[in-house]
């Protein structure tokens, strides 16, 4: 896969509507975050990163991605009081929640809105 459209033909049938769905909202509220297939996702808005060790490479800010159980939209990045995924749990819906990734199942149970904020923080990176 070469591109984020390849990416999306490639989700199977019963998840495409839900994976287009948020790789618009994305590119609609954060169209200077380009989308690129890494680490076999769409992430959009690469930048550089180091760890605490020392260790440094390239993360996208924003990733889009579907698993065998879920689906998953990661914010990878944080703000003077957290990860956002992190922070803004409660107000995302129905979905799991970790440090900066959110796992879904259907598209409804997610808060498109909260979503489309925190990408909108996300892209001020």
């Known amino acids: 896969m070469k591109t984020a ?5 490639w989700v199977p049938e019963k998840r495409r509507d839900a994976m287009r769905a948020l790789h618009e909202l994305i590119r609609r509220t954060a169209p200077d975050l380009e989308p690129v297939i890494v680490y076999g996702m769409i992430g959009y808005g690469m930048r550089p ?10 993360w996208p800010l924003v990733a889009l991605a579907n698993q065998k159980a879920h689906m998953s939209l990661y914010l990878c990045c944080d703000g003077p009081d957290g990860y956002l995924a992190e922070k803004a749990a409660a107000r995302l819906g129905k979905v799991s929640v970790g440090k900066s990734c959110v796992r879904f199942t259907k598209l409804e149970n997610l808060n498109l809105d909260v979503v489309e904020e925190l990408v909108i923080e996300a892209a001020k990176e």
Not at 50 to 58: A, D, F, H, L
Request: proline content about 0%; charged content about 40%; hydrophobic content about 5%.
């Open 5 to 9: 459209e390849d990416y999306l033909e």
């Open 49 to 58: 990163y180091e760890t605490k060790s020392g260790s440094s490479g390239e």
